[in-house]
Structures are given as structure tokens and as C-alpha cells.
């Protein structure tokens, strides 16, 4: 049956996880509500070149309309430097959103109308029945994550090979603890609970946006062998410093990213906070033993996406 409504979907300034997982929830809403779904990431803030596919294989089912789309938003870009933005008290990529608003056919819905509600239709599916919604966007994720062969080559260079069972803890020390998205957590929590899942494990790879982190659970716990690809340098994750980055360095930030996402997709055991996004992000790809440190169970109606 053919889908007469279309949504538009933008990957933008959000963090990395937070920005998969709505394109997940996004997809997963137009597969089960009869729309169409055309991604533009013209203005994600991991683009390189291209967008998603300066990463992935482009998304085979829409890439005639997200062309269009593209080209459409392109122009729209170019109208828009002709226009002076300091007397409308907006920036120019908002100017370019609402032009575009202004563009499409009344059938298409973009990412404003649409983004509560998806994110609403997502969060009723998984308080329903966690299992089969996490089932689904695994699915989905399968389907949308294909790595580009060059960018599998350099994951696979700067892949650490561990021949044996390990844990990976994903521990959160950035703005999201600051502002109270996230709780902090100390090392000794994550360490508790790798005990109690299962004690034989003696490896860990360590994920955390402060390499601090690394440091102390080195210095604390001296029977375990940590390892980790986090940079010295690394003090606390902070979302508008990454933004401002030129693009060649973002493009190695999200190559290390990706390739941490690999190991702990193939570890035993993998421990974070539900309510990090890429926490979210990894379950889904993984599937099986992922472990939230938080205090609440995330089955807690109060927990959402």
C-alpha cells in the first residue's frame, strides 16, 4: 500500500545517541502509522561532508525523496544568505527550518510538528512491553546501521582486540551531571555491580567522556585489568564545546565512538545509566546484558525515553 504522508526527519545538534535513538523512535513510528520517512542531516552536527552517509550506506527506501529534499533545503540555504537574519532576531539555520515549513506539501510533517509525538508513541510502546519494543528497534537499527567500508577499516585499526571475557562500563562525568539529566554515580557502584553479575570477569573497558575515570578505577582496584581508548585530555563531555569543533575532529571523535559501540556490543557484560542515551543506544544493538546502574529499575513509569 502505497504511504500518501511523509514525515521529515533532521538530525541536528543533539549528542550522538540522543540523535540515533530519535531517528530509531522516528522510524519505528512511520513503520507502524503508514507514513514515509525522508532524513535529512544537512544540518547534524557530525556531519563531515555528506551526513549519515559520510558513515553509513545511505538508507536505500528513501533516497530518491530525501534528494529532492536535500535540494530543497539547499536552496533554501543559499535564498537565506541573501537575507538579513540580525533584524529578524532568528539565526539563519532557523530562517532555513522555516522556509522550509513554508515549502512543503501539506501531506509532510517534519521533525517540529511531529518529534512529541513520536517520542510519546515510542514511550507507550516500550512501557507496554519493554522486550518487544526493545525487539523492534533492534530490528531497526540493523536494518539502518551499515557502516561504510572505510569507515569499518578505521574502527577496525583503532579497535582494541580482547580475546576473552570482558565487562565494559560506560560512566557518565560531563554536562549531563551538571544539569541533572544524570545522576553521578561513583566508580565503586559500577564495580558492585559487576561483582554481583558475575565475579569471574576481571577485565573492564572503560567508556567515559573523563579520563579521570580510567585513572581512579585503575588506582582502586588493582586486582582488574582496565582498558580503555578515552584521550588524557578528556575532562567532561560538554555537548556546545563539541558542536564548535572543526569538522575533521569531529569526524575522529565519532570513529572512536563508533568503535567503542563495537566493543561493548561484543562484551559479556556491559554496565551504564538508562538515562544516557547512548546507554539506550548500545541495549538496542546489543540486546542481551545490559545492566542500568541507576537506583530505579527502568521499568519505573516515571523513567522515560
Same mark, same amino acid.
Given at each position: ?8 526527519? &533532521? ?11 530519535? #531517528?530509531?523512535?522516528?522510524? /519505528? ?13 544537512? &544540518? ?9 552517509? !559520510?558513515? &553509513? =550506506? *545511505?538508507?536505500?527506501?528513501?533516497? *530518491? ?31 532555513? &527550518? ?8 501539506? !501531506? ?13 508513541? /515510542? ?30 577499516? !578505521? ?11 570482558? *565487562? ?41 567522556? !573523563? ?5 581512579? #578505577? ?52 556491559? =554496565? ?14 546489543? #540486546? ?14 516515571? =523513567?522515560?525515553?
Amino acid at each position: 500500500m502505497k504511504k500518501d504522508k511523509k514525515l521529515t526527519w &533532521f538530525l541536528t545538534s543533539r549528542g550522538f545517541g540522543s540523535e540515533i535513538n530519535n #531517528l530509531l523512535y522516528a522510524i /519505528n513510528y512511520c513503520k507502524k502509522n503508514d507514513y514515509s520517512l525522508v532524513l535529512d542531516t544537512t &544540518f547534524w552536527n557530525y556531519n563531515y561532508k555528506d551526513g549519515w552517509t !559520510d558513515y &553509513f =550506506i *545511505a538508507l536505500q527506501s528513501n533516497d *530518491a525523496q530525501a534528494l529532492k529534499h536535500k535540494i530543497l533545503v539547499k536552496t533554501l540555504q543559499f535564498i537565506s544568505r541573501f537575507v538579513s537574519v540580525s533584524k529578524l532576531a532568528i539565526s539563519r539555520r532557523k530562517l532555513v &527550518f522555516l522556509l522550509l515549513n513554508f515549502s512543503l506539501k501539506k !501531506d509532510t510533517e517534519t521533525i517540529f510538528e511531529g518529534f512529541h509525538k513520536v517520542r510519546e508513541f /515510542n514511550n507507550h510502546q516500550r512501557l507496554q512491553n519493554k522486550d518487544e519494543f526493545i525487539s523492534s528497534i533492534n530490528r531497526i537499527l540493523k536494518n539502518i546501521w551499515k557502516i561504510k567500508p572505510e569507515i569499518l577499516s !578505521d574502527i577496525k585499526n583503532a579497535k582494541i582486540s580482547i580475546d576473552h571475557d570482558y *565487562a565494559v562500563f560506560h560512566i557518565r562525568r560531563g554536562d549531563k551531571i551538571k544539569t541533572g539529566e544524570d545522576n553521578f554515580y561513583p566508580v565503586e557502584d559500577y564495580m558492585n555491580k559487576l561483582k554481583s553479575i558475575n565475579s569471574s570477569i576481571k577485565t573492564v573497558f572503560v567508556m567515559s567522556d !573523563d579520563f579521570s575515570v580510567y585513572t581512579e #578505577l585503575k588506582n582502586k582496584f588493582l586486582d582488574y585489568e582496565f582498558i580503555t581508548l578515552i584521550s588524557d585530555s578528556k575532562k567532561g563531555y560538554k555537548n556546545s564545546d563539541f558542536n564548535q569543533m572543526k569538522k575533521s575532529q569531529k569526524k575522529v571523535e565519532i570513529i572512536n565512538l563508533l568503535t567503542e559501540i563495537e566493543i561493548a556490543r561484543e562484551s559479556k557484560i556491559f =554496565i551504564g545509566s538508562f538515562r544516557s542515551n547512548l546507554y539506550r543506544l548500545i541495549e538496542y544493538y546489543k #540486546l542481551e546484558n545490559c545492566y542500568n546502574i541507576g537506583f530505579k529499575n527502568d521499568q519505573d513509569p516515571n =523513567i522515560y525515553l
